[in-house]
């Protein structure tokens, strides 16, 4: 199995690499079949589908063509990196997110609380082109966001369903400017097609929690928020 460089234990061996970085590594330098990634890791194809199926869930990773070997059977699929979704995986855009998210809310002035909604929103539309089989509901939104660091609680309570993550994927942005666990709520807003209440806790340690008004009555045609 590949490794990364420097990549050592304790006792200064060397560690495997998890499957996923193992798999966007050789795909940062072309496209590969399922097979020929089970060749380069020395796995099966069940150890490489699930976290492939994961990557393409996130965004990473898409199927680029047919691949038609002459022989009879199903042509297989080549898989590529998608650039633009590996590149925000930098860590240095935990350092500059801050920055640039505290000098356009600046710049925004009354108009934060707007552009903040539309980003949700927008994270919804960018996450239906990547979801696999079409679905874009509630329940992929969720899983988008256990993802990228929430640990999620769903719990339904009369006419609310109450999601709450005691990690917040987020944080440092949340950190700069509070509002902007409204862009979450947007998200699921768009998701669920009904009304999302913003109700995280900031205190020292931040707290998400969103409510989601399951009753008719909040139903509805375009996504909405309230922060409260």
Do not use: W
């Amino acid at each position: 199995m590949l490794l990364p460089d420097g990549a050592r234990n304790a006792f200064g061996m060397h560690q495997p690499q998890p499957t996923k970085d193992a798999i966007l590594s050789l795909l940062r330098h072309r496209s590969m079949t399922i097979t020929e990634l089970c060749q380069a890791l020395s796995l099966t194809r069940n150890a490489i589908l699930v976290p492939l199926k994961d990557l393409r869930m996130r965004g990473l990773v898409r199927p680029q063509e047919i691949i038609r070997t002459g022989r009879k059977g199903k042509p297989s699929l080549s898989y590529e990196i998608v650039p633009e979704q590996v590149e925000q995986m930098s860590a240095a855009y935990q350092a500059i997110a801050p920055l640039l998210l505290e000098a356009l809310l600046t710049q925004a002035g009354e108009q934060a609380p707007e552009i903040i909604k539309r980003l949700g929103a927008d994270l919804h539309s960018a996450l239906k082109t990547s979801a696999l089989g079409g679905d874009h509901g509630l329940s992929t939104a969720l899983r988008f966001l256990e993802q990228h660091g929430a640990q999620i609680e769903a719990t339904t309570d009369g006419g609310r369903q109450i999601v709450v993550s005691h990690s917040c994927p987020i944080g440092k942005l949340v950190r700069v400017d509070k509002r902007i666990c409204g862009a979450v709520a947007s998200f699921l807003s768009a998701a669920s097609g009904k009304y999302v209440s913003d109700k995280c806790m900031h205190d020292e340690k931040l707290t998400c929690r969103f409510e989601i008004q399951i009753s008719e009555t909040h139903q509805l045609k375009a996504p909405a928020i309230s922060n409260n």
